[in-house]
């Protein structure tokens, strides 16, 4: 990679500290440029008590800007924020803040696209563009902080894409988003999201991290989870089951599973049933989306009241469940519906 690949945002103060004496630049610069960094700045104009000739440098080193920010809405229903990104290279992700009592939560995309095809999600409809950076992950993060003007509480990376087919560069993420020098967010303000690809659960249970983990289930057995999403042609259930369990065994940490309920899909007390047989002793917890609309699919959202005798199913089952708020549907709020509209020009 040479230099000029690397968004500004992937760097840390380590690379820059050996960038300035590659540059002979005086050390302590690193410290300022990170701050900026670290602040949401991805202009070099904005580093104000940096001299010019060492931002020119840096931008002749490093790519800067192309985060620009191509539509803000907000709901009017709870306050929920969505923001488009347009990166460097024309790609654009989006990135939705949502207020809880606890404080902000940023949903963020891994990826420009998502190639898992799942056949509820806007983000499967668009053609995939690329992998983020760790720099792009944590731009969304403290770029939206800078325009919220209030620290972000809680990162969920649920947006655009599986994080999981861009290991890499999630866990370098996680380690800059950590780095009390930076964005100092605690690995336990992070919750992972992943459809279930289940070599890489094996290999994020090796890595000892304190990160949250959510597994997108949506289906209690093969046959029917096979027609919501491809990924399970390719791990069954049982393998999916089994590397969780490891995981809980190994990390003693709970894993949350996301199941979106669609009307008469997957909604059925046979369903639930199920559902309570698979989880039964683990480790688990289970959150139930009564999902956004999503343009151009055939699915709606269960009602209400089939939502609550899921939920009633599974606790009597002895399984904990939520019922996750369906936030800013309004502006679109699921994974990818704004994006694919700003895309598609239908908005
Ligand atoms: S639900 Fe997630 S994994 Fe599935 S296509 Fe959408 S973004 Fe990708």
Redesign the pocket.
């Given at each position: 990679m040479t230099l000029k690949d690397k968004f500004c945002l992937d760097l840390n103060l380590n690379d820059l500290t050996e960038w300035c004496a590659k540059r002979d630049v005086p050390k302590y610069r690193a410290s300022q440029i990170y701050g900026w960094l670290s602040s949401g700045c991805v202009s070099t104009d904005d580093m104000t008590n940096v001299p010019k000739n060492v931002r020119a440098m840096l931008e002749e080193d490093f790519i800067f800007g192309g985060f620009e920010m191509m539509e803000h809405l907000v709901s009017k229903l709870d306050g929920t924020e969505k923001f488009v990104y347009k990166l460097y290279d024309g790609n654009i992700i989006e990135t939705v803040a949502m207020r809880y009592k606890t404080g902000i939560s940023v949903c963020i995309s891994s990826q420009a696209g998502?190639r898992?095809?799942?056949a509820f999600?806007a983000?499967?409809k668009i053609d995939f563009g690329r992998n983020l950076s760790a720099g792009e992950l944590l731009a969304q993060v403290s770029v939206t902080q800078k325009e919220l003007g209030e620290r972000v509480h809680s990162v969920v990376i649920m947006g655009?894409?599986?994080p999981f087919d861009n290991y890499e560069n999630v866990m370098r993420f996680i380690k800059l988003a950590n780095d009390p020098d930076g964005l100092n967010l605690g690995a336990r303000h992070i919750t992972l999201s992943t459809?279930g690809l289940v070599p890489k659960i094996e290999e994020f249970t090796k890595e000892g991290l304190q990160v949250n983990l959510a597994v997108?289930l949506h289906a209690p057995n093969d046959e029917l989870r096979k027609k919501l999403?491809p990924v399970a042609k390719a791990y069954s259930i049982e393998q999916l089951m089994m590397a969780c369990k490891e995981y809980t065994k190994a990390t003693n940490r709970r894993i949350t599973f996301e199941y979106s309920l669609l009307a008469g899909v997957n909604d059925t007390p046979q369903c639930a049933s199920e559902l309570v047989k698979l989880l039964k002793g683990g480790l688990y917890h289970v959150n139930l989306i009564a999902m956004n609309k999503v343009p151009g699919t055939i699915f709606q959202s269960a009602s209400p009241a089939k939502v609550k005798q899921f939920r009633d199913i599974l606790e009597s089952g002895g399984i904990n469940a939520t019922i996750r708020r369906e936030m800013g549907s309004d502006i679109m709020a699921a994974?990818?519906q704004l994006r694919r509209g700003t895309i598609e020009g239908t908005r």
């Open positions: 998502c898992m095809g799942c999600c983000s499967a655009i894409g599986e459809c997108s999403m994974c990818g």
